[in-house]
């Protein structure tokens, strides 16, 4: 494997080339060759002697976030938001009941601002459900205060 300051063939040309850069994932060389500066990929090099450059060993990485318990991501989706904009109290808790039931991560539900009725029987209710660990306004992207974030509990 080159590494800056060592000198490779450019395979294209056929000439002597200076590795003056590495890609960060090992893929890629910038090289001077004369007054030609360029950046190539690996397999376009050889050592001066033919020995052709190993691809660096590709590793990946699975991070997941810990203490959710298996509960999914806090993204809002069309899977884990209900709009109960224009309906009553008892009917909006309804759905909200109904899509809570079906969730593994938060549940995003879009009350509107209107004159505040909705949102707040809405969050009285979801006070007394036993398996809602908090209930938040939206992030001002989501919804804001026209949106409620309800976590459930793990």
């Known amino acids: 494997m080159p590494a800056v300051g060592d000198r490779v063939r450019l395979l294209s040309l056929g000439k002597a ?11 890629e060389l910038t090289l001077r060759c004369g007054v ?5 990929p690996l397999e376009g090099v050889e050592g001066l002697h033919g ?8 590793r990946v ?3 997941g976030q810990r203490g959710l318990g298996g509960r999914g991501p806090e993204v809002r989706t069309e899977r884990n ?3 109960v904009r224009g309906l009553r109290v008892h009917e909006a808790e309804a759905a909200v009941e109904e899509r809570l039931r079906s969730a593994n991560g938060p ?12 949102k707040q029987g809405l969050r009285s209710w979801l006070a007394t459900v036993p398996f809602v660990e908090r209930v938040s306004d939206a992030a ?3 919804g804001g ?6 976590h459930l509990k793990g």
């Open 17 to 27: 080339a200076e590795v003056l850069a590495m890609a960060d994932d090992g893929r």
């Open 36 to 40: 030609l500066r360029l950046t190539v």
């Open 51 to 58: 020995e052709k450059p190993a691809p660096p060993e590709v």
């Open 61 to 63: 990485q699975v991070r």
């Open 81 to 83: 938001t209900v709009d």
């Open 107 to 118: 549940v995003w539900v879009i009350h509107g601002i209107g004159s505040g009725k909705l």
């Open 140 to 142: 001002q992207g989501d």
């Open 145 to 150: 205060p026209g949106c409620s974030v309800v």
